[in-house]
Nanobody, 123 residues
Framework: QVQLVESGGGLVQTGGSLRLSCATS????????SGWFRQAPGKEREFVAA????????TYADSVKGRFTISRDNAKNTVYLQMNSLTPEDTAVYYC????????????????WGQGTQVTVSS
């Protein structure tokens, strides 16, 4: 059973930065993809970014390109989401997810999910 534990959320002002972390129990030398998703109040959960553990390939939602960076640390079994130039529209619960394979899936078709961490951006 894969376990994912997010941390790093909080309250930040517009234009600020946060780094989310997701500690994972996946075997990072295997073919796994980790993704970040977010869900704002009253809205559906949406894709933010994904990374392949083996190749390091990444993909991003258009709304965060150039502002967010996903990365992984194989030694620490941790995936990160560096979020810069935050706006109130980025306010949401952010979820870490994982799935077996090497394709960078942007749908919700991930097998494992964390509990989420709240990010609030004040204007």
């Amino acid at each position: 059973q894969v376990q994912l534990v997010e941390s790093g959320g909080g309250l930040v002002q517009t234009g600020g930065s946060l780094r989310l972390s997701c500690a994972t129990s996946v075997h990072t030398n295997s073919r796994y993809v980790s993704g970040w998703f977010r869900q704002a109040p009253g809205k559906e959960r949406e894709f933010v970014a994904a990374i392949a553990w083996g190749s390091g390939r990444t993909t991003y939602a258009d709304s965060v390109k150039g502002r967010f960076t996903i990365s992984r640390d194989n030694a620490k079994n941790t995936v990160y989401l560096q979020m810069n130039s935050l706006t109130p529209e980025d306010t949401a619960v952010y979820y870490c997810a994982a799935r077996y394979g090497s394709n960078l899936v942007i749908s919700l078709e991930y097998s494992y999910w964390g509990q989420g961490t709240q990010v609030t951006v004040s204007s």
